[in-house]
């Protein structure tokens, strides 16, 4: 559960800073919880661990089955909150080094959030010798550093095993209806996963976007999707109870007293790409209007 401790944030901001932001606060919250005020339509996040597609999470679990009895290896190709979110959860539920760890569970390796040949070659070196899958995310299917990965490996598959077994090995986790490589998958006959509408990238860590590849690494998703139902309650509490709301009200009267940069602070390296993922989450939903706290992170010993 997350808590805020304000204990030392007086040194910092002087004023009652809740009274006077209550009214704002209270409307913020409701907007929220409405989806009725700004970007409202990108907000099937908040209910999200509530109100999911339980026939495509079944379908994400028995996915996940199949892809860890028949593949040592999954390929996760997307950029962004395609990749981070995912990534965050895995290394800090498994561990950093889980594709060198001894298990019964597939390797995971990440490509397609970049250019670098060296990066692509050695994947495929690693790769040899090795039953994979392929999970390709990407909502419209023309970014073009996921494009050009899936295409590589793609290619892989289908010289590997042909291309009707090839087709079975790729999951493409796209847009419901249109776009590239939806079109591609039907074509194709790929399994297909859906990247909701009302959620952008980088808060889709709890859609198949993200819960594929961590359900094949053997994490209870269920008891995931529990947790965060279970923080969803609490942060939809209407009061200054919430830490969305204590959270949300102390940034703000950071930023108005000037301050210009947050940290997020670890000491664990197992929580490294949680705090990658953070920037990402806090840094695109604010900053590309050159508004917002600039969000940091650091790894202490």
Known sequence: MIQMDLSHIRQFIPLPYEEARAA??????????????????????????????????????????????????????????????????????????????????????????????DQMAELMDLLEGVDFSVNVISKSGTTTEPAVAFRFFRKLLEE?????????????????????????ADQAGYETFVVPDDIGGRYSVLTAVGLLPIAVTGVDVEALMEGAAEMMNVCADGSYDSPAWQYAALRYELYRAGYAIEILGCYDPAFRFMTEWWKQLYGESEGKDGKGLFPACLLYT
């Not at 209910?47 to 996760?76: C, G, M, T």
């Not at 087709?167 to 939806?182: E, F, H, N, S």
């Open 24 to 117: 704002q606060l209270r409307l913020a919250h409701s907007h929220l919880q409405h989806g009725d005020g700004a970007g409202g339509e990108f907000t099937g996040w908040v209910q999200l661990p509530r109100q999911y597609d339980r026939e495509e999470f079944a379908r994400i679990q028995a996915a996940a089955r199949k892809i860890q009895q028949d593949s040592q290896a999954l390929v996760v190709i997307g950029i962004g909150g395609s990749y981070l979110g995912a990534r965050g959860v895995i290394e800090c539920l498994c561990s950093p080094n889980y594709n060198l760890k001894k298990k019964d569970t597939p390797n995971i390796y990440f490509t397609g959030n970049g250019l670098s040949s």
């Open 160 to 184: 590997r095993y042909g291309p009707e077994e090839a087709a079975r090995r790729i999951y493409a986790t796209t847009d419901r209806r249109k776009g590239a490589l939806k079109a591609l």
